[in-house]
């Protein structure tokens, strides 16, 4: 598959299969991941990848504490959302919604559905060095790039999961993952469960005509 027709077609997978992903296939994932540009070379990134049984015991733990603490997805905004945004996350509900199951709460759908990693067998977290400032990441993101179209490429599903920084400090204890570290964004990574009618939803893109300006 080429890179062109990786982004085309990416998109992420909420519904996975229960079989496990081969090491050997996960460090070629993980390889590709790596390939990434990074300023100046620096390649500030971590990745801690969790599978199988402690990728289960890790969700009951974020999932308990999601409801402890009443923690809900949001965009991380500063101040109230344009009407352009509101309507980029209706768009999303409208698209999903009509997938999921009867009587089925969108929240609490992506709300445990991102704790559980969406039922995939892996997830891995990406980290940075406290060392650098929230400039580099940038870097986190274009290899979190390079790690979901790899993994579109190779077969895979992928789902960037961004709740997970509101419990970075159980993650860093139940991980041992050193302190100087930040948590930045984990990815549920598995096989497609291609059954699953939330996996078909397409959500749409903006047009250029929003997105880009010109100056010539």
């Known amino acids: 598959m080429d890179v062109l027709t990786a982004i085309e077609q990416r998109r992420s997978t909420r519904a996975y299969l229960e079989t496990p992903i081969d090491k050997e296939t996960l460090k070629k994932l993980l390889y590709y991941a790596t390939q990434a540009p990074s300023a100046i070379n620096i390649q500030p990134w971590e990745l801690t990848v969790v599978s199988g049984e402690e990728r289960k015991r890790l969700s009951r733990l974020l999932v308990k504490r999601m409801k402890e603490r009443n923690i809900s997805c949001g965009p991380g905004a500063r101040k109230p959302l344009a009407h352009v945004f509101v309507q980029r996350q209706k768009e999303l509900l409208r698209c999903i919604l009509p997938t999921l199951p009867e009587n089925t709460i969108f929240n609490d759908f992506i709300n445990e559905g991102s704790c559980n990693f969406y039922g995939a067998p892996t997830a891995i977290f990406l980290t940075l060095d406290n ?48 302190d100087e570290k930040t948590v930045v964004i984990a990815v549920a990574v598995g096989y497609r469960d291609e059954a699953s009618p939330v996996n078909r939803s397409r959500s749409s893109r903006a047009p250029l005509e929003e997105l880009v300006r010109w100056r010539e």
């Open 131 to 178: 060392t650098f400032s929230n400039a580099r990441f940038t870097d986190i993101g274009i290899v979190l790039g390079y790690l979901v179209l790899a993994a579109h490429a190779m077969g895979l599903g992928a789902c960037p999961i961004g709740l997970v920084t509101a419990f970075e400090d159980d993650i860093r204890d139940y991980l041992n993952i050193p």
